[in-house]
């Protein structure tokens, strides 16, 4: 379920940055306008990034094999890290390089208006985008908050989606406020400074998504309330004294590996054993289907 979400947030964020960068770029060499080259790179990038992330998908439907016996669901926070190195230099160090030019440099807007028209619109689609990201997040996410939501989603795409609409929105809200005032006062220096702004912002954004990205990739646990519900499920089977010790970790965001030890009782069988892990083996499954790699050691209680 929340890869058909994913890929329908990718989608529509796809067309809507395809459709909007063609017609920046329309809007930078009519005005030559710095925020608005500065936008039409961004949603450039923003427009790899939709593949790349359709990419990763694509990746991690492939079959396990005896090289990746686990499979390559790992993919998808791959695609993912990526796309967030793509947003930082593409997007971010260009942006502010190209501010930093205009201020130093300041040209002056040819038919602000054209910008304008085409920032709007840009808001619009952008607009479209973040909705849908926004309505496919939303039973992912719960009761928690936004900000919880994208540390702690093990889906890569959501977040990666959410956070570059909401960063396109803003920066359309900085590249409009640059052309507004640079035609307003007649000065071009605050079309560069909206420019920076820009930068600044898709770098804060993409180190955000790098920190988080980096820690799927190499591993992240189940969270604590699915480890409890894991605890619970175990504990309550009839043949388990107690947990030892459980591990977890997320295969692909779709998938979490389970590892346990448990302790059985003293005069316990090896035909009473086995039958303690198929039970709760099924009793994982039934509890927390996302639990699709499970491996369970008994072990005699030394510490009671």
């Not at 949603?43 to 992330?53: I, P, R």
């Not at 090896?270 to 039958?275: E, G, H, L, R, T």
Request: charged share 15%.
């Amino acid at each position: 379920m929340s890869a058909e979400g994913s890929k329908k947030a990718i989608i529509a964020a796809l067309a809507a940055n395809a459709g909007i960068a063609a017609a920046k770029f329309v809007g930078f060499a009519i005005t030559g306008s710095s925020s608005m080259l500065a936008e039409a790179v961004h949603s450039v990038a923003d427009t790899s990034n939709q593949g790349l992330l359709l990419l990763g998908q694509r990746e991690a439907a492939k079959s396990a094999n005896r090289l990746h016996p686990f499979g390559y669901g790992r993919s998808r926070y791959f695609y993912s890290f990526v796309v967030a190195l793509v947003l930082f230099t593409l997007g971010s160090l260009f942006a502010i390089y190209e501010g930093y030019e205009k201020i130093v440099h300041p040209h002056e807007l040819e038919s602000p208006i054209v910008a304008v028209v085409i920032l709007v619109l840009a808001i619009c689609l952008e607009g479209y985008s973040f909705s849908t990201a926004y309505r496919e997040s939303r039973p992912l996410k719960g009761s928690a908050s936004w900000w919880r939501f994208i540390r702690n989603s093990r889906n890569p795409e959501l977040p990666v989606v959410l956070l570059e609409d909401t960063g396109a929105l803003i920066g359309l809200a900085f590249a409009l406020g640059g052309v507004g005032l640079a035609t307003i006062t007649g000065d071009a220096v605050w079309d560069g400074i909206g420019t920076l702004a820009i930068g600044i912002l898709l770098g804060v954004i993409a180190v955000i998504l790098i920190v988080e990205m980096h820690s799927l990739l190499i591993g992240e646990g189940a969270t604590a309330s699915d480890e409890k519900t894991l605890m619970t499920a175990l504990g309550s089977e009839p043949g388990i004294d107690r947990v030892i010790h459980m591990k977890t970790q997320y295969l692909g965001p779709d998938e979490l590996l389970v590892a346990a030890k448990f302790a059985t009782p003293a005069g316990a069988t090896a035909v009473q054993i086995a039958d303690t892990i198929n039970s709760a083996e099924a009793t994982i499954r039934e509890t927390l289907p996302i639990a699709r790699v499970i491996y369970l050691e008994p072990d005699i209680d030394r510490g009671m």
